[in-house]
C-alpha cells in the first residue's frame, strides 16, 4: 500500500488554488550556431526550419503536463543564441528580417516570447553586433514576440559606456516607434550586467555560448506562496525563523519546478537544464513580493527595512531552493518588477516607493531596475546615467543586474501606462533631472573593479 | 509505478451517492483504487483517493475528462493529480 498524506495534499492545492502557485515558464534553449551563412534568406530559413523542428511539440507537451499536475504552467517560450552572431556572418545585414523569422516560428509552435534578439558587448561591439543594436526599435516594433537583451557590462570587463550610450538611444526609440501601446517595444529590451546563459526569463533570455545544442530550463514562481506562509507565522517569530519559513517554502516550490522540469525535457526527449528559483510577481491579486513585504511587518514597500527585507528573503529563497534542485541556474531570486506586481504599483503609486529606493533595492534583489515607467522627455543623458549607475551596482557586487526602463512617450509623472497581461501597468515615476551630459558622454570604458580590498 | 499513480479530491457538500458515482466511474475506466480517506472539513465533504491507472486502457485526460463530468453533476470540485506532485514536494 503506498502511503499518502491529506494534509500535504490540502496544501498542494491551496498553494495552487488560492495562493497562485504557478510554473512560470518553460523554456526551450535552443542553439542557433549551425544556421549561419553568408545569405540572409538562407539564414531565415534555417532558422524558422529548426525552431519549428525543436519546439513543435513544446506547447502541447506543456499543457498535458499542466493538466496531469493541475499546476499552471502560464508560459512556454523560446531562447536561441545571441543573433548579432548568427547574422554577422551575413554579407548583407538584415537583423530586422532574422527578428521577423524568429516571430514567425515562435507564432507557429505557439509559445509565448522568444528571447534572444541579443548581443554581448560589455568590451566592445563587432560589425554584427552593433548592427544588431541600431536594428533593435525596428524589430521589436515589428515583432510581438521577440524579445531582446543587451549585455554591457561585466565584473571582470567593466562597463562599456559607449555601448550603454546607444542602449539609451535604443530604448528611447524603441518606445517612440511604439507611442500608440505605450512604449511597449521598450518592455521587451532589458540591459544587462553578468548576464546569465541560462535564464529562462523574458525579456532577458538567451542561449550562451557554452551551452549545450538545446536544453529544456524551467522558471518557477510563487510569492504568493511565501506570504501566505509569513502572514501564517506568529507575529513576534523572529527573523531567523522566517528566512526558516522561506527556506522551506521555496524548497516546495522548487521541487514542483524540477518535477515539472524533468517531465518537459523527457517528453521532448532534450536534456534537463536548470531551474530557475526566482519569486516572479504577477498583476494578479495576492501574486505580489511586495506583499510579502507587508507580511513580514512593514507597512508598505518602500519603507525603510525594505531592503534589509528583500535581501533576507532573497538569500532566504536561494539556500531553500538549491537544495530542491540537482541545477539552479538563472537569475534566482526576488523579482521586484513594478508594473507587474500590484502592491509594487499601489506602493509606486502612493509614492511610498521611489526611484532611489528602487536602486537601492537591486543592490540585493535577484535582478534590478525592472518594469519601471519614466516621463517619455526624459533626455537620453538620463537614461543612460540610469543604466551606468545599475551596471556599477552589478560589476561591483559581482551579481547580475539589469535595466528595463520604459520611457512612456507623451506621458508624464502620474500618469499610468498600461501594458496588459503579465506586463501589467505602471505610474510614471520621477527621475532626477539633474544633468550628467558631461559624465555620460566621455564614452570609452569603466575600467573593471579591483577584486580585493573589498569595502 | 509511481507514475501511475494519481490522487483524486474530491470536496463540497455532502450528500448520498457521491463514493458511489466517483468509484463507479473509476471501475469503468479500469482504475484500480489503492486507498480512501474521508473527511468533514468546515461542514464540507472531502474525499482523498489513491488509485493506480497503469493497468487502465485508457489515458490520464480520458480518465480525468470522465471523472469531471462526474464531479460537475455532483456539484462538487475535483482535482486529479499524479502523485509524483504531493511525493516531491513534501519530502526531502
Redesign the interface.
Known amino acids: 500500500?503506498?502511503f499518502?498524506?491529506?494534509d500535504?495534499?490540502?496544501?498542494?492545492?491551496h498553494m495552487i488554488k488560492l495562493n497562485n502557485l504557478d510554473i512560470r515558464t518553460v523554456t526551450l534553449s535552443l542553439s542557433l550556431r549551425d544556421c549561419i551563412d553568408t545569405d540572409v534568406k538562407i539564414v531565415g530559413d534555417k532558422i524558422y526550419d529548426k525552431i519549428t523542428k525543436y519546439a513543435k511539440n513544446l506547447s502541447r507537451y506543456a499543457d498535458?503536463i499542466e493538466?496531469?499536475?493541475?499546476?499552471p504552467i502560464v508560459n512556454k517560450r523560446i531562447a536561441v543564441t545571441p543573433i548579432s552572431l548568427i547574422g554577422e556572418s551575413c554579407k548583407e545585414y538584415d537583423y530586422v528580417y532574422l527578428a521577423k523569422v524568429l516571430d514567425k516560428a515562435a507564432e507557429a509552435v505557439n509559445v509565448d516570447f522568444i528571447g534572444g534578439f541579443s548581443a554581448l558587448v560589455e568590451k566592445g561591439c563587432t560589425r554584427g553586433d552593433r548592427a544588431l543594436l541600431d536594428s533593435i526599435p525596428e524589430a521589436l516594433s515589428a515583432t510581438n514576440k521577440v524579445c531582446s537583451s543587451v549585455n554591457v557590462a561585466t565584473s571582470k570587463s567593466g562597463i562599456n559606456m559607449k555601448a550603454v550610450l546607444v542602449m539609451a538611444d535604443v530604448i528611447k526609440k524603441s518606445a517612440i516607434l511604439t507611442a500608440d501601446k505605450d512604449g511597449l517595444a521598450a518592455a521587451k529590451l532589458v540591459c544587462f550586467c553578468n548576464t546569465p546563459s541560462d535564464n529562462p526569463f523574458m525579456a532577458g533570455a538567451f542561449t550562451g555560448y557554452g551551452e549545450p545544442e538545446c536544453a529544456l530550463n524551467v522558471g518557477v514562481s510563487g510569492p504568493g506562496v511565501v506570504r501566505a506562509a509569513v502572514e501564517k507565522l506568529d507575529k513576534n517569530a523572529d527573523m531567523s525563523e522566517l528566512a526558516n519559513t522561506i527556506k522551506k517554502t521555496a524548497?516546495?516550490i522548487t521541487?514542483?519546478g524540477?518535477?515539472i522540469g524533468r517531465e518537459m525535457a523527457q517528453k521532448l526527449d532534450i536534456p534537463f537544464g536548470v531551474v530557475d528559483l526566482s519569486l516572479a510577481p504577477t498583476p494578479a491579486i495576492g501574486d505580489s513580493v511586495a506583499g510579502i513585504f507587508k507580511a513580514m511587518g512593514l507597512e508598505d514597500a518602500g519603507a525603510h527595512g525594505t531592503t534589509a527585507a528583500l535581501a533576507m528573503l532573497n538569500d532566504a529563497v536561494k539556500k531553500g531552493g538549491i537544495?530542491a534542485s540537482s541545477h539552479v541556474g538563472g537569475l534566482s531570486g526576488a523579482f521586484i518588477p513594478v508594473s507587474e506586481d500590484a502592491q509594487m504599483i499601489e506602493a509606486a503609486k502612493l509614492g511610498h516607493l521611489t526611484f532611489d529606493k528602487l536602486e537601492a533595492m537591486t543592490s540585493v534583489c535577484s535582478v534590478g531596475l525592472d518594469m519601471i515607467c519614466i516621463p517619455g522627455d526624459t533626455p537620453n543623458s538620463t537614461i543612460a546615467g540610469i543604466i551606468a549607475d545599475e551596471m556599477a551596482i552589478g560589476m561591483i557586487n559581482k551579481k547580475t543586474t539589469a535595466v528595463r526602463i520604459i520611457p512612456v512617450p507623451n506621458k508624464k509623472v502620474g500618469e499610468m501606462a498600461v501594458y496588459g497581461g503579465l506586463l501589467g501597468e505602471a505610474p510614471i515615476m520621477k527621475v532626477n533631472n539633474l544633468s550628467n551630459e558631461s559624465f555620460v558622454q566621455r564614452s570609452g570604458r569603466i575600467p573593471a573593479p579591483i577584486h580585493s580590498l573589498n569595502n | 509505478m509511481?507514475e501511475t499513480?494519481i490522487?483524486v479530491?474530491l470536496s463540497g457538500a455532502d450528500k448520498v451517492g457521491i463514493v458511489a458515482a466517483l468509484t463507479a466511474a473509476l471501475a469503468k475506466y479500469e482504475v484500480n483504487i489503492?486507498?480512501i480517506?474521508q473527511?468533514i472539513?468546515q461542514d464540507y465533504f472531502?474525499m482523498?483517493l489513491?488509485a493506480d491507472i497503469g493497468k487502465s486502457k485508457y489515458s490520464?485526460?480520458e480518465i480525468?475528462d470522465g471523472l469531471m463530468e462526474i464531479a460537475n453533476e455532483l456539484k462538487m470540485e475535483l482535482?486529479?493529480?499524479?502523485?509524483?506532485?504531493?511525493d516531491?514536494?513534501?519530502t526531502?
Open positions: 500500500m503506498t499518502f498524506s491529506t500535504s495534499i490540502i496544501e498542494t492545492i498535458e493538466n496531469e499536475y493541475s499546476i524548497f516546495k521541487t514542483t524540477e518535477l537544495m | 509511481e499513480k490522487i479530491t489503492e486507498d480517506k473527511t472539513m472531502v482523498f489513491l490520464f485526460k480525468k482535482w486529479v493529480q499524479k502523485k509524483q506532485i504531493f516531491k514536494m513534501h526531502i
